[in-house]
């Protein structure tokens, strides 16, 4: 194998992480000693090396304290190597708990705006490739189940749509439990009260259940699945670009978002 064609499968095997959910760094030595040495790391090294143990170490170290956001650009590991890190995000996440009618609409929109999709629910009859043929993936599991199989990443939104609390409620625990810029659960506002009210009780933190948006969704006056998914798509928006959902009109400043 040439060092281009290494250096091609690196770059294949860190769009097939991201594609997974997962994100993949490549470190290329530019200056020092190995220049053009190229190494592939995610929590761990996964391919290739920078020339050495010490340097592999470090940009695995690297990649690990950035919380979950690494960055592009360059890094000095040493006074004498410099290392571009190229770093290959996944695909926004959207986890839907309940495979009900709003889910299936939610299923369409979301992937339309380059989301990745799972499904999850309990329910057999539900949880279908007849009913959801092109979501990314359909887990037929309990919540508690359902997250050992999920990779959550601080971009994974979770809305959590079957209206049952033995469903809801574990997925809404199991949401905490992880770093999700954002978790809304359907339910009436009498829902959303008593469901606070249970939380509280046993013992969940105030901030953590400041974390959950119930009833899910922006107010446009929706009723119909569709409508309901774009409610629902308006709100994990408006919470990703840090704004308030209320109408351009009404607002000064900048009118795009931004992640």
Not at 14 to 34: C, F, K, N, W
């Amino acid at each position: 194998m040439t060092e281009s064609q290494g250096a091609g499968a690196i770059y294949d095997q860190a769009r097939s992480l991201a594609d997974d959910g997962q994100i993949a760094v490549v470190g290329t030595v530019v200056s020092g000693e190995g220049v053009g040495r190229k190494a592939l790391v995610t929590d761990t090294l996964v391919a290739g090396s920078l020339g050495s143990e010490a340097l592999d170490r470090q940009l695995v170290e690297v990649v690990a304290s950035s919380g979950g956001n690494p960055v592009s650009g360059v890094l000095e590991l040493d006074p004498e190597t410099r290392v571009f890190i190229d770093v290959f995000q996944p695909r926004p996440q959207l986890v839907i708990f309940g495979a009900v009618h709003a889910a299936q609409a939610l299923d369409w929109f979301a992937r339309k705006l380059g989301y990745r999709v799972v499904v999850v629910d309990a329910r057999r009859a539900l949880a279908t490739r007849e009913r959801f043929p092109d979501t990314d993936q359909l887990i037929t599991a309990w919540p508690d189940d359902a997250y050992q199989q999920l990779n959550i990443l601080p971009s994974t939104a979770i809305a959590i749509l079957s209206h049952d609390p033995k469903f809801d409620e574990p997925a809404i625990r199991g949401a905490l439990n992880t770093p999700a810029r954002y978790i809304g659960a359907v339910g009436s506002r009498k829902t959303a009260r008593e469901r606070i009210e249970r939380l509280r009780e046993s013992g969940v933190p105030e901030d953590q259940i400041a974390r959950i948006h119930g009833p899910i969704g922006l107010d446009i006056g929706g009723g119909s699945p569709e409508e309901m998914a774009i409610s629902i798509l308006a709100e994990i928006l408006s919470v990703v670009h840090g704004r308030g959902g209320k109408s351009l009109s009404t607002i000064d400043g900048a009118i795009h978002g931004r992640t």
